[in-house]
């Protein structure tokens, strides 16, 4: 706003045409602009201002805050790069756990097929051996009958000689239930020691996890506080910077030589800044005014 805007604004406003909404942007967003010019020249001015009294403790509190600021920016490296190798240690964890859960049911797989097998086979075993039970019995019985029918001898040696053949049939046939039985049992047991290594490894690698997930709840937990305490840091330090800023363009560059060539190269700047500071007086005037 120039001075000519701002006499004919006025001039509206004393004949009843007033618009104190848009003096009331415009103040606003003047007052945005001059804050980020303030900040921004403060920001480059601070180091050369340790003598000027007025802003002494403006000058220490941003000296101050910015050395708190590196050390809570060192720790969130640190935790920052923690997080990374704990995110890579459980990815690596998590990787080893599944290739071995892979192979141990695998394996499981194979023992359980060959469980189901055996099984099988005890129940053919088992099946033949009654059906030669069932002949050991019949031929017992057949020489029971002859003998009581007083069979021809040449008979009953035949008979007898048949349920010696049938009896060491089943002998053998029983022989290999047996066999069957200890084998079925020996790889029942080896399932059973094999789903004991893979309920183990489960339990290892979550207790493994679980740790590193722990540590990693902890670094997080850090980096959100050290990310809280820089957001204070950075507030605290803008309203520094700004306070720095408005005392410099206030006082020109009286404050120091270095101050004064900075303001120079600013000199754009500077002038929008004296422009903020005027567009907020002339509106505040007009809304001032009844």
Partial sequence: MNWLQF?????????GYRNDRMRMNQISRASHR??????????????????????????WELKHLNSQEKKVEEGLRGHTE?????????????????????????ERYERSRSLNELAGELNLLQREAKEIERKVRGAGKKIQVLTEEEAPQPVLGKAKEELIVVEKNYGHKQDEVDSKLRQLGAEEDDLKELE??????????ARRLGRINAELARSSKSINEMNA?????????????RAIGRYVLDHGGDCSPDVAHLLRDQSVLVNRANQFKRTIRMNQSLLDKT
């Fill in 7 to 15: 006499q004919l604004l006025r001039l509206f406003a004393l004949i």
């Fill in 34 to 59: 001059l804050e980020e010019a303030e900040i921004y020249i403060g920001r480059r001015a601070w180091e050369h201002l340790e003598e000027v009294e007025p802003i002494s403790t403006d000058y």
């Fill in 82 to 106: 923690k997080v990374q190798a704990l995110q890579e240690r459980h990815e690596l964890e998590h990787r080893q756990f599944e290739e071995a859960l892979v192979l141990l049911e695998n």
């Fill in 196 to 205: 004991g290594r893979i309920t183990a490894l489960k339990q290892e690698s």
């Fill in 229 to 241: 305490k820089r957001g204070g840091i950075r507030t605290s330090r803008l309203r520094h910077e």
